[in-house]
Nanobody, 124 residues
């Protein structure tokens, strides 16, 4: 059973930056895809970014492209989400997710494991 623990959320002013981390444990597969999703109050959970096992493939939602960067350090079993130029509309609970395999996917139902989430609040 893969366990994911996010950290790094907080309150930041518009235009500021945050770096989220997600530490994984209990992984049994030798490859996986890691993703970040977010959910704002009253809205459905939405895809933010995903990265392949090697890091050679990344995919971003249009709303964050050019502002957010996903990366991973497999030696530390950690995936990161660097968020720059934050906007009030980025306010949400951010979730880390994991799915075995090599193919990057953007659907929440395609991920097997989830963290508990970390709150990101961007003030205007």
């Amino acid at each position: 059973q893969v366990q994911l623990v996010e950290s790094g959320g907080g309150l930041v002013q518009a235009g500021g930056s945050l770096r989220l981390s997600c530490a994984a444990s209990g992984r049994t597969s030798t490859s996986d895809v890691m993703g970040w999703f977010r959910q704002a109050p009253g809205k459905e959970r939405e895809f933010v970014a995903a990265i392949s096992w090697t890091g050679s493939s990344t995919y971003y939602a249009d709303s964050v492209k050019g502002r957010f960067t996903i990366s991973r350090d497999n030696a530390k079993n950690t995936v990161y989400l660097q968020m720059n130029s934050l906007k009030p509309e980025d306010t949400a609970v951010y979730y880390c997710a994991d799915r075995p395999g090599y193919s990057v996917r953007t659907g929440a139902n395609e991920y097997n494991y989830w963290g508990q989430g970390t709150q990101v609040t961007v003030s205007s």
